[in-house]
């Protein structure tokens, strides 16, 4: 029987595959090398954080407790902090001259709980604007993992399909490697060998063949890849590398901790399965916990502090229910934000947006109910709405559900007649509990109110385990600490300043006229904004910012004064954010802002632009004078410090000494710590603002205090 390949034909074809296994195996391993250099690195870095901190605290600190531990003799031998000691074994210990067996044991104790207590705190944290070294090393193996894995996946997918066939079939075409065994083979065999080598030709030629060169070839380059364009991928891409790091070091990032659900309802979360196909972009860990939570529970307040992705979680709760045959959804929002949630929606996911707003809405509300999809619309336009008692939907979703809080309220009656025609209801406010807990419990009578109804009267143990484990089936928190462990420090900065002659007359007219905010405008109210102190402050940091690659939010109660920084800074401004502005409008400031080169700089009434956007692009925030809620500040300074952040953020604000500033400062502080408290135990008791009673009696304060000012000054005179 006469061959349709030569014998070289069937040596390079052997070769060609024994090419591609290698070339596969390549990419796998790469990919497994660069996993384990990941938590080597990782670990390394831990480490290093670990003893750096332990080499800060003397052994002196041993005899806190007063437990009678010879420290000179741990002086006199050399051993001056607890690095020095902390793996030392109890016989090493005893060997030190003047350490007895059972103070070694004492030692050894209390060392041990020091250090347990170090690792619990010590984690990784990636910033671009502290690369070093061991961070550098991270952040490059995190980029190039994820860059070969998915290739390594394929490679193992197409091994995996055709491995065992290639070695047969390579075995069969091995009869045609040699002339005479050939002559001598059964015709069995030399059919084996041709169909052998035919198939072996096709798959080289196929995807098995072109993906193994191709990948290998681009593996090779990918290791190429400088540190500064790792750590630019990290910019772009830190969902990612974060994921990744959660994967394969959940510990390292300080937040593998529990579900802070009840035992039985979080192993109920964790085993709910959903489909996200049509979700384009990627969760964290702690956001599909939030997408499984509401799906499973049904009607649902997600209170996860700002900046944690309440918006995503909504999108990826809508695919998943859309994937499961849901074909109508609708949102609710303020109107500022109305344009962000259209194209959220719209780039985050392939469901299709209707919005009701505007002119066109009872058209746009027709089309909805007729053909589905996402109907996005605004708590003004939920009036518009009249549903038919039989029209049913898969599920609401609520956005600043606080805003309903007030069960009287027209737009509260509004979003209830609509909530009767929904399945599912997703009530979502990072500001639930922020006044107090019965306003909270409103919320939950919409959604269960069994649940409403068995905590009503309860508020006195809201901060018990009582209270959270019997609302934990409809009202669900994470705070930034406990799941973005990783986000960049964030800095904030008092700017106290002394007011010159100039702004000493204008703020001392201000306080003895008959306009009570006119104080507050301290600085900015100068006839001429070149005596401005703030103003002259704001320009110096906005150059800083400008020198440091940044981009700068720039915070203000008062319209006027948010026009006076457009006149300070001139071109460097895009268009400013008030409650004017329409919510496309805004969408567009926002892009270009987000688009313009570093030193650019927003402008908005903190009001207006202090909630609902996302602007990652800004590292610099300044509010140029005190708020009345410390909540509206951490909302504003939220639109820059948020998940997707990867630089520090720097907050400054922009205060007067011997001013109204001074007075609000020492309040806010003490309203800002009822506020961390209640926050942290999800409880509000007390009214954490500076109400208008409140702020009048500062003002009568300031109000004698400059008049006795003015006095003396005129009796000197």
């Not at 041993?62 to 074994?89: C, E, F, M, P, W």
């Not at 070091?249 to 489909?275: M, R, W």
Request: with cysteine.
């Amino acid at each position: 029987m006469a061959r349709s390949f030569k014998t070289k034909d069937t040596r390079r074809i052997i070769k060609t595959h024994t090419k591609i296994s290698s070339q596969l195996n390549y990419v796998i391993n790469l990919s497994e090398n660069y996993k384990n250099a990941i938590k080597d690195n990782v670990n390394n870095y831990i480490s290093n954080k670990i003893n750096e901190t332990l080499s800060n605290i003397p052994v002196d600190e041993l005899n806190r407790n007063k437990q009678g531990i010879r420290v000179k003799s741990l002086h006199d031998s050399g051993y001056n902090n607890i690095s020095d000691i902390a793996y030392k074994t109890v016989l090493e210990l005893k060997e030190i001259n003047g350490i007895s067996l059972e103070s070694a044991y004492a030692i050894r104790e209390t060392v041990d709980k020091m250090v347990n207590q170090i690792v619990d705190v010590t984690k990784l944290a990636l910033s671009v604007d502290n690369k070093t070294p061991e961070t550098t090393a991270i952040v490059r193996c995190v980029d190039i993992y994820r860059k070969i894995f998915p290739c390594a996946g394929r490679c193992t997918q197409l091994l995996n399909t055709y491995s065992e066939k290639v070695n047969t079939e390579i075995e069969n075409v091995a009869t045609a490697k040699n002339g005479v065994k050939w002559l001598f083979s059964s015709k069995e065999n030399k059919d084996k060998a041709e169909k052998a080598y035919e198939f072996l030709t096709y798959l080289a030629k196929s995807e098995y063949g072109a993906f193994a060169d191709e990948s290998s070839k681009s593996a090779i380059d990918v290791e190429k890849i400088t540190d500064e364009e790792c750590w630019s991928d990290f910019e772009k891409y830190s969902i990612q590398f974060y994921n990744i790091l959660e994967e394969i070091t959940p510990n390292a990032l300080g937040n593998n901790k529990a579900l802070g659900l009840p035992d039985e309802l979080a192993k109920q979360v964790e085993s709910q399965e959903v489909d996200l196909t049509g979700l384009a972009c990627e969760l964290r860990k702690y956001q599909l916990t939030g997408v499984k939570y509401a799906f499973l529970q049904q009607k649902v307040l997600l209170g996860d502090e700002m900046g944690l992705g309440k918006t995503i979680q909504a999108i990826a709760l809508m695919v998943a229910l859309r994937n499961i045959g849901a074909t109508r959804f609708m949102v609710v929002c303020p109107a500022s934000v109305i344009a962000n949630w259209c194209r959220e929606i719209t780039e985050k996911s392939d469901l299709i947006v209707v919005k009701i707003h505007g002119q066109d809405k009872s058209v746009a509300l027709e089309n909805w109910m007729q053909n589905g999809g996402v109907a996005v619309t605004t708590y003004e336009t939920t009036g518009y709405i009249d549903l038919e008692d039989s029209f049913r939907f898969e599920n609401l979703i609520v956005d600043e559900a606080h805003y309903i809080k007030n069960p009287e309220a027209r737009r509260s009656r509004n979003v209830r007649n609509i909530a009767d025609h929904a399945k599912r209801i997703l009530f979502m406010t990072g500001t639930a509990l922020e006044n107090r807990v019965n306003e909270m419990i409103e919320l939950i009578s919409i959604l269960q109110p069994q649940i409403a109804y068995e905590v009503d009267g309860m508020e006195y143990l809201s901060s018990a385990p009582e209270f959270r484990e019997k609302v934990a089936p409809v009202y669900y928190r994470r705070k930034r600490e406990e799941v973005l462990t990783e986000l960049p420090q964030l800095i904030e900065n008092k700017e106290w300043l002394d007011m010159n002659p100039v702004e000493k007359e204008a703020y001392y007219n201000a306080v003895m006229s008959d306009n009570m905010q006119a104080p507050r405008r301290v600085s900015w109210n100068v006839a001429n904004i070149a005596d401005s102190s703030k103003a002259k402050r704001l320009k110096e940091i906005v150059d800083e910012a400008t020198d440091d690659g940044r981009k700068v939010i720039v915070f203000s109660y008062f319209l006027d004064t948010i026009k006076k920084v457009k006149l300070v800074l001139g071109d460097k401004c895009v268009d400013h954010i008030n409650g004017a502005v329409s919510p496309q409008r805004r969408q567009e400031i926002i892009d270009e802002f987000n688009n313009a080169k570093a030193g650019a700089v927003l402008p908005a009434q903190i009001q207006a632009g202090g909630t609902g956007l996302n602007i990652q692009s800004a590292s610099v925030v300044i509010i140029c004078e005190p708020q009345f809620k410390p909540s509206i500040e951490n909302q504003a300074i939220s639109r820059a410090y948020r998940m997707g952040q990867t630089r520090n953020v720097l907050v400054y604000r922009l205060l007067c000494e011997d001013s109204i500033d001074e007075q609000m400062m020492k309040m806010l502080n003490k309203k800002q710590n009822i506020f961390n408290e209640f926050a942290d135990k999800s409880s509000a008791k007390d009214t954490i603002e500076i109400n208008e009673e409140t702020f009048n009696n500062m003002m009568k304060v300031e109000y004698e205090r400059v008049k006795n000012l003015v006095n003396n000054s005129n009796t000197e005179k």
